[in-house]
């Protein structure tokens, strides 16, 4: 078997356009180029990959099955070819870091300012996503890094997690009508309009368990937003939120009650995959992260309610 790079990259184009031609003008080589060296890697697999009708082109189950392998042995290459840049100086490295809405709106920007002051000729790219949309990346090689929200919704052997913080989830109020108490018994939200975030949020689905739990389902006001857009519906008053404790620094307009003790805390982990190894730019962009999060700790400059883990006492 000779499977290239190249035949794969060709195979990709043509999995995402579903037509050679277009594909073919994507990589920038001559179509029947490109369709001797799609034939040649069916004919090294031993199966044909695509069903080739005139305009509709479909991906056979080994098409199917391949996708993923090649997404991530592409992703692997790319990353390879970066790290050995890095090491004959050619170039200074790339951080690809997935990360949750409310850390890209809190924490986060804090922690790439100190590592880009300190490394400015990394190039930084940032996913913001749900933890699950992060970690279905990781696998596929698209980013570096991750932090997402632990406990993962499905076990993934191939991710290595360590936890960094811990944060209290409150209820999200205007100030001129939040609750003027200490906590907020999770009952108390039965039958209140509430902002619910869209499918798919790590927050909704812990909201949804809480009220379930308790014994009632939540009466939602406005349902489908991100992060940005629940937090602006909370502060024109069409409803309260479970969120973050750390979205409301620097929010004036909101208050955030906790909720009675236990009440609902989350916690926040670095993933990256166990089967590759991280470049020295993600290895860098870590050490600078949790150095950050210890100074912040040590000069109490962490938002209300957050906290660092230590794994290892």
């Not at 009708?53 to 790319?78: C, I, Q, S, Y």
Request: net charge positive; proline share 6%; hydrophobic share 45%.
């Amino acid at each position: 078997m000779n499977v290239q790079l190249q035949q794969l990259a060709y195979f990709m184009a043509v999995a995402e356009t579903r037509h050679f031609t277009r594909a073919a003008e994507q990589m920038r080589v001559a179509q029947p180029s490109l369709s001797k060296q799609i034939r040649a890697l069916e004919r090294d697999l031993g199966a044909p990959l695509f069903n080739r009708a005139r305009g509709n082109v479909t991906l056979t189950p080994a098409g199917e099955a391949l996708l993923p392998l090649a997404r991530r042995m592409l992703a692997d290459a790319e990353t390879a070819r970066r790290e050995v840049a890095e090491l004959i100086g050619l170039r200074r490295g790339r951080v690809r870091l997935g990360a949750t809405p409310s850390l890209c709106a809190g924490l986060l920007a804090d922690a790439l300012a100190r590592f880009h002051l300190a490394y400015p000729g990394v190039e930084l790219l940032v996913e913001e996503g749900g933890s699950r949309d992060l970690v279905r990346d990781l696998a596929r090689g698209e980013l570096d890094l991750a932090l997402i929200i632990l406990p993962l919704q499905s076990h993934d052997p191939a991710l290595d997690t360590e936890k960094i913080l811990s944060e209290n989830l409150v209820v999200a109020a205007p100030s001129a009508t939040a609750w003027r108490k200490p906590y907020v018994r999770i009952e108390e939200l039965r039958g209140r309009p509430m902002v619910m975030f869209r499918q798919g949020y790590d927050l909704r689905e812990a909201t949804l368990a809480a009220c379930r739990q308790a014994g009632f389902e939540p009466r939602f006001a406005v349902e489908g937003g991100e992060m940005d857009a629940v937090l602006r519906f909370v502060e024109v008053g069409l409803g309260v939120a479970v969120v973050p404790s750390m979205v409301l620094d620097g929010r004036p307009g909101l208050t955030g009650t906790p909720l009675a003790p236990p009440g609902l805390r989350r916690t926040i982990a670095l993933a990256r995959r166990k089967d590759v190894e991280p470049t020295r730019a993600a290895r860098a962009f870590r050490t600078v992260l949790l150095d950050f999060l210890a100074d912040a700790a040590r000069q109490n400059t962490l938002p209300q309610g957050v906290e660092p883990v230590r794994e290892n006492g």
